[in-house]
């Protein structure tokens, strides 16, 4: 089933709300703290699953990824904007010659055993001063179908995984909640998902235009509330670190 989300998620995550929206927050994000100035800079994405975010992150400097699934590996190289080489945290990550400028790990963590040595691992891998932006799914008593079926581990609170990236050596620069504005839907949709197995697919599916429309506009926003405040709570997780 796991696979079956790649396949799912590489139809629509160029187009899909959540998809669109995240990347506007994203970018918010590495646009407070990363500066491309001087020489070009090295940019690492940590489990970049069909490349959805490669078009976002390849305006930053010289990119590369590393990715586990074959066939998502293989779509996301198609794209030609990154190198891309197999491989997983926190044992077997490529390009192990390099430090990089920016790290980035969306939506990653939770799907590894040991968080910490994984963190520890980034951490290791990139230049003085260098930053890691990171994205996490927020409380476990939000834990669904959805969550089972992507092999997650666990779900976190702002605290816990702070706790974890400051103890693997990191300055935390910011944090915050988001996808908040549509919290309350979100939230029924985990209901839905525990009664309706199925749900949990159906969920990342294409909603009709006008739908998506509105979900991207207002998912969207909060890149421009995150700018300039943290929210208080959330569907998801973003910290921007600092390597000491």
Known sequence: MYIKYYFIAADVEDVHWWFRGRRAILKSAIDSFFQVTGQPKDIFEIGCGNGGNLPLLANYGKLFAVEMNDAALKRSASRGIAQIEKG???????????????????????????????????????????????????????????????HHKRRYTSAQII??????????????????????????????????????????????????????????????????????????????????
């Not at 990653?108 to 990171?134: C, F, M, T």
């Not at 944090?175 to 525990?194: D, E, G, H, Q, W």
């Not at 998912?219 to 390597?243: D, H, N, T, W, Y």
Request: glycine fraction near 2%; hydrophobic fraction near 50%.
């Open 88 to 150: 997983y945290l926190p044992d077997s990550l490529p390009f192990d010659d390099k430090a990089f400028d920016l790290v980035a790990a969306f939506d990653v963590i939770e799907h590894i055993d040991d968080d910490l040595k994984s963190i520890q691992v980034i951490h290791a891998r990139l230049n003085p001063n260098g930053l890691l932006v990171l994205t996490v799914p927020a409380y476990n008593m939000l834990w669904s179908p959805h969550d089972e079926l992507s």
């Open 163 to 244: 706790s974890v990236i400051e103890t693997a050596g990191f300055k935390v620069l910011y944090k915050s909640y988001f996808n908040t504005l549509l919290f309350p839907l979100a939230v029924l949709n985990i209901l839905l998902s525990r009664i309706f197995k199925s749900y949990s697919c159906f969920a990342l599916k294409l909603p009709p235009s006008i739908i998506n429309s509105i979900f991207t506009s207002v998912f969207s926003f909060e890149s421009r509330i995150l700018s300039k405040f943290s929210l208080p709570f959330g569907m998801s997780i973003v910290v921007c670190a600092q390597r000491k």
